[in-house]
């Protein structure tokens, strides 16, 4: 009914209200509600009111707190996380601490299985038979600090031997 | 030599014309973001004749609506920097004085009748001018009894010629739902207007 009012509506639109008198009712109370509100004029106010508006607005704005500029919010934020950062990244970059106790060592060892591993096929041959006794209880340590010292720097001759770079 | 430019020519004139001001009102826009007092000033002296009336229309008098339309500027500084540019200024505006004017008329009611007020008219005499002022003052008062979505949608269509869509930003609304409340505001106005002086609408 708006779209008939403003603008006369469609073809179907006006046909509509032309046969239907109660539509046709409610049109012209909306038309003479229309004509009524371009009669409700605002009083205007004296010519230098609006100077006077101008100017308390102003006064008022200046005694605001500084406000911020439409990024500003953007710095603190920056600050923040640049923070955050520098903790990060001087935490990850730390070398681990040291730790005597055996329990906080990680799980894993860089020695390989002990089926892989060729130090302990070499221990083995110098040790003629002694690693037939071998237990891990007793330690590697105890087993070396029973060498020669012919036994020990031929010990040492075996193990260096020259891998490719990368591997362990 | 006919130098009278054709329609479309003209057309094409207003239309680069309001895209000019546009971008003009843009950039005062953003320098108001910067914190730049002085820009914000333009917006005060653009707009403060529509606000001041928005708000006359709501709460009747000059005095409510003057500290309102202070209000009003007062928001719109604060909250200028949230201003994203995807209505119009003055439909933000609006919206921030339509609020404004709700919040007023709940914090104190009942909204006070100024019927004192006389429109200057020189060309009418004096009793006519009364006569009008009265009638304007009659029919401002039975506006203001509207439902607030049908008052709030006639004021900002008919006495500041928004578009439906515009009205329907300001209120948060859609614009079949502007069309309906306006034709329904309309028939009420009359009706109301018409019980006041005691005839059969």
Known sequence: MTDVLESGGSPIEWAHVASCAACRSRLEEAR??????????????????????????????????????????????????????????????????????AALLPAWSALPPVEDDDGLAVVGGLADGELANWDEGRGLGAFVAGLSDEESEALVAALHVERPEGEL | MDTTPSPVLAADGASAEASTARDAERQVIEACQRGEREAFDQLVVRYQRDIYRLCYRYLNNHEDANDVTQEVFLKAWRG?????????????????????????????????????????????????????????????????????????TLILKIYHELTHQEVAQVL??????????????????????????????
């Open chain 1, 32 to 101: 003479a509600g229309r004509e009524l509100a371009s009669k409700a004029e605002v009083p205007e106010p004296p010519g230098l009111y609006w100077e006077a508006l101008r100017r308390n607005v102003s006064r008022r704005i200046a005694e605001e707190p500084a406000r911020r500029s439409r990024w500003g919010w953007l710095a603190p934020l920056a600050a923040a996380t640049a923070v955050v950062v520098i903790i990060a990244v001087s935490l990850v970059g730390r070398p681990p601490a040291p730790s005597d106790s």
């Open chain 2, 80 to 152: 200028i920097g949230r201003f994203r540019g995807k209505s119009a200024f003055s439909t933000w505006l609006y919206r921030i004085g339509v609020n404004a004017c709700l919040n007023f008329r709940a914090a104190r009611r009942p909204a006070a009748q100024d019927l004192t007020e006389t429109l200057p008219d020189p060309g009418m005499g004096a009793a006519q001018r009364v006569e009008k002022a009265q009638r304007a003052a009659q029919v401002r008062e039975a506006v203001s009894r509207l439902p607030e979505k049908q008052r709030a």
């Open chain 2, 172 to 201: 948060g609304s859609t614009v079949g739902t502007v069309k309906a409340n306006l034709f329904h505001a309309l028939g009420n106005l009359r009706k109301l207007v018409a019980a006041e002086e005691g005839v059969k609408p």
